[in-house]
């Protein structure tokens, strides 16, 4: 069983940053696809961020291109999103998400509020 463990998430102020990290008890070189997801209060869960077990050609949202980036540290089996130039609209909990052999795996979120 693959568990992953967000952290990171806090309250922030309008243009601030904030780096989210996800743990996976696993090596995450086995791990086809890492994910960040966020689900706003009263939405459905939306892809924010992805990246391949290679590195390359990370996926973005476009409401949030120029502002964050994924990356991963295989030696410490974590994957961050860092978050700059924050807007109240990318409030929500967001949540890490793996793809292995077919099947996904989620954290159990962490929380992000940015005041306006």
């Not at 890492?34 to 409401?63: H, K």
Request: aromatic share 10%; with cysteine.
């Amino acid at each position: 069983q693959v568990q992953l463990v967000e952290s990171g998430g806090g309250l922030v102020q309008t243009g601030g940053s904030l780096r989210l990290s996800c743990t996976a008890s696993v090596s995450i070189s086995r791990i086809e696809t890492m994910s960040w997801y966020r689900q706003a209060p009263g939405e459905g869960r939306e892809l924010v961020a992805s990246i391949t077990e290679g590195g390359g050609s990370p996926f973005l949202d476009y409401s949030v291109k120029g502002r964050f980036t994924i990356s991963r540290d295989n030696a410490k089996n974590t994957v961050f999103l860092q978050m700059n130039s924050l807007k109240p609209e990318d409030t929500g909990v967001y949540y890490c998400n793996a793809l292995i052999n077919g099947n996904y795996y989620w954290g159990q979120g962490t929380q992000v509020t940015v005041s306006s």
